[in-house]
Each structure stands twice: as structure tokens, then as C-alpha cells.
């Protein structure tokens, strides 16, 4: 343990389809933690992934000065190789996400389920579902920097998993 190398907090964010709510959440911490010079990277995926992300996504994370290029939407199947980063927090942002069994993670992450309504699924034609996605956006983003302000690097499992379900709930 007399490694001082900093090592890089991975956060992995599902959702079933991997194209709307994981992809805002995956966006938004990695600005907020690039922004605060955090060592944390988010990744995202999805159970039954849909090979597309919902443009409204791609949209509200642009219009929040957020590059996409390389984003896709992807299987969890991927994080759970053992060449995969180690996952020090897993959250699910969709209730179906959090109801499904998970793959086993290695290293035992902490598990944290923040859902979201789906932004998708919202009335008023295009104009309100890009709504929707903004306001998705932003509530998302405000999670991600309250999580950023964890000692993420020294908070023991117990500890982590605590402060991540108080999030939540406020």
C-alpha cells in the first residue's frame, strides 16, 4: 500500500438500453470531474443495449458544451471481462436496470440504484421531449458533482454506499 500512484475512480452507469439515461449520466460526470480535476471516469451500458443513442441525448449533452464523439451505446457484458476497469461504484439511473440480475462485477463495487424517468417517453411531440432530456440533463449533472465532492479515493464501501444513497434521497 505504499503506492502513491493515483488511481483512477471508474464509475459504471446502467441503463437497459444504454440510450438516454445512462448516456446523460456517463456525459455529465466526466465534464463535472474534468471540470473539478477529479481522477474519476464514467462509463455506461445497458442490459438489451439499442446500438443507437437517442438523439435528444447527444443533443442535451452538446448543448451543455459536452463532446460525443466516440459515444455508443454498448453491453454491460463489456465491463464485466476481466480485462474491463475496475468499477468502484455501479449505479442504475432505470428501474428495470436496477430489477434485473447484474453480472458480477469484479473487485465488488458499491451499488447504488438513482432513477430517473425515462425522458423518451415524455408528451408534447419533440419539443417536449427535448425538454425533458434537458431537465434530465441537469438533474443528473447536480447527482454527479454532489458525488464528486466524496472522498471517493479514502471512504471505505460502507461509508460510500451510505453517502450515495443520501444523494438520492435529497
Not at 439515461?21 to 470531474?33: D, F, I
Not at 445497458?46 to 453491453?75: H, W
Not at 428501474?95 to 408534447?124: L, M, Q, R, T
Request: with cysteine.
Amino acid at each position: 500500500m505504499g503506492n502513491d500512484r493515483a488511481v483512477t475512480t471508474h464509475v459504471l452507469i446502467l441503463c437497459t438500453h444504454n440510450s438516454a439515461r445512462s448516456v446523460l449520466s456517463e456525459g455529465m460526470l466526466n465534464y463535472w470531474a474534468q471540470r473539478l480535476g477529479r481522477d474519476v471516469r464514467a462509463h455506461s451500458a445497458g442490459s438489451a443495449p439499442k446500438g443507437r443513442i437517442n438523439p435528444f441525448a447527444i443533443e442535451a449533452l452538446q448543448n451543455a458544451g459536452i463532446d460525443t464523439a466516440g459515444y455508443s451505446s454498448k453491453s454491460w457484458d463489456e465491463f464485466a471481462r476481466p480485462d474491463a476497469p475496475r468499477m468502484r461504484i455501479v449505479i442504475t439511473v432505470c428501474d428495470s436496470a436496477a430489477a434485473e440480475v447484474c453480472p458480477v462485477w469484479p473487485g465488488s463495487p458499491v451499488k447504488v440504484h438513482w432513477g430517473y424517468p425515462d425522458p423518451s417517453n415524455a408528451a408534447g411531440g419533440d419539443e417536449g421531449r427535448r425538454q425533458a432530456f434537458e431537465l434530465t440533463r441537469q438533474a443528473i449533472g447536480y447527482r454527479m458533482l454532489q458525488l464528486l465532492q466524496l472522498p471517493l479515493e479514502t471512504m471505505p464501501d460502507a461509508d460510500l454506499q451510505r453517502a450515495l444513497n443520501e444523494i438520492y434521497a435529497h
